[in-house]
């Protein structure tokens, strides 16, 4: 603020006057008016306010990662495919309080709401695998980068306490798997965080719509007071007792229909909503479906009206899968293989088995049909097609 000097006191001094707008706290109080207010973007914000509060965003990281984790995985090398391999044994009891699904499921889940997910090797085993595996916390775990900028050690921090893994030695305790993140060299980006906008908007349209229901179900109105000449004013007693009848006797669902009595000189104007303003309930319904959009699922699998897509529910689920499950799940899957591989000595190769998907039955029996029928491809060429590992000399895969 600019200051000048504009008269003198009558002691001498001079006085000292500051420059300012006639309409400055006018202006500055209205500069607010209007303006959105977000949620913070923090992991930990993001999870409360997308997964544990929204069920939209609930649902739909809840299908992913069921899905994802339910579908079975093959193991194999260059040579052969195998039923029984000490991967698969690891895999399927990785640690005392988990199964190979809930192991997964919390990987899957880590991944899709902060974009990195967290796997710990415990232990060493006969093979020289990991004796257990745990999947941390993302929202607890950050990343320290060496001169170079790769990471040289991952820090978790639990309870004011920290435990640092060095990455530097082999093989590595920590696999880190992480979404793609345009602007980020070190943490993935996360679905949630692209659809934060949409969960804001679908948050505040739930308690909006909470809001008109303890209020009766139907907008509020206005209490007049036009007094013995046609326009008195209550003094701060009556003020204060009319309150009180308002919210103890008017106000609340149990409240709903209960007629309002007045008094001498008070009139009751109810208000009502114009078209634009009830127009909330479609603004939900788009806000939840940008959410489903951004995680990769169809509305419609969520049960989301309006949305026409697909054709069908079996078309939805088909591509469910195929846009959204087995990409997942392969991703994860060759992560989690090359992090064995460093630890037992020896690549392996572990990928989803898409022949076991119900819902891609009828597209794996077509591609097995154009293949079969192929007269020109020999029976090694089919099996490469298909992605079956070559027959070894005695006939057996």
Not at 154 to 181: L, N, Q, T, W
Not at 223 to 228: A, F, L, T, V
């Amino acid at each position: 603020m600019a200051f000048r000097l504009f008269s003198r006191s009558p002691q001498g001094a001079p006085v000292i006057e500051g420059k300012a707008s006639a309409s400055g706290r006018v202006a500055a109080l209205a500069a607010g008016y209007g303006r959105s207010v977000w949620s913070a973007r923090d992991t930990g914000s993001l999870t409360r306010g997308g997964f544990i509060a929204n069920p939209v965003g609930f649902r739909a990281v809840r299908l992913i990662c069921e899905a994802a984790a339910a579908v079975p995985l093959i193991c194999q090398d260059r040579e052969q495919r195998y039923d029984t391999h000490p991967v698969l044994d690891l895999l399927r009891r990785p640690n005392p309080g988990q199964g190979r699904a809930e192991l997964f499921e919390a990987l899957f889940g880590q991944i899709l709401l902060s974009g990195n997910g967290y796997l710990e090797a415990v232990g060493v085993s006969g093979e020289g695998l990991p004796a257990e595996l745990h999947v941390l916390r993302s929202d607890r775990m950050s990343v320290v980068p060496g001169e170079d900028g790769w990471p040289v050690a991952f820090e978790y921090a639990v309870g004011g306490h920290k435990h640092r893994f060095d990455m530097r030695g082999s093989p590595d305790p920590i696999c880190h798997i992480r979404s793609f993140h345009p602007t980020d060299d070190h943490y993935g980006l996360s679905p949630l965080q692209a659809a934060a906008v949409a969960v804001d908007v679908h948050n505040s349209a739930s308690a909006w719509s909470k809001a008109l229901l303890d209020n009766a179900a139907r907008p509020s109105g206005a209490i007049i007071y036009k007094g013995p000449d046609g326009h008195g004013n209550l003094s701060a007693e009556q003020y204060e007792r009319l309150v009180v009848e308002m919210e103890t006797h008017h106000q609340g669902a149990r409240n709903a229909g209960r007629p309002v009595l007045l008094e001498g000189g008070l009139d009751w104007k109810p208000m009502g909503f114009s078209p634009s303003d009830m127009e909330f309930h479609e603004t939900k319904l788009s806000a939840a479906r940008e959410i489903a959009q951004a995680f990769g699922v169809p509305p419609m699998l969520i049960g989301i009206p309006g949305d026409a897509t697909y054709a069908n529910y079996a078309e939805a689920h088909r591509a469910f899968y195929r846009l959204t499950v087995l990409p997942l799940a392969s991703r994860v899957a060759a992560a989690v293989a090359w992090f064995l591989s460093e630890h037992l000595g020896a690549e392996v190769d572990l990928r989803p088995d898409a022949d076991q998907v119900p819902a891609l039955a009828a597209e794996r029996e077509q591609l097995w049909a154009r293949v079969g029928a192929a007269s020109f491809l020999t029976d090694a060429e089919k099996r490469a097609a298909l992605g079956l590992p070559p027959l070894g000399d005695d006939g057996t895969a």
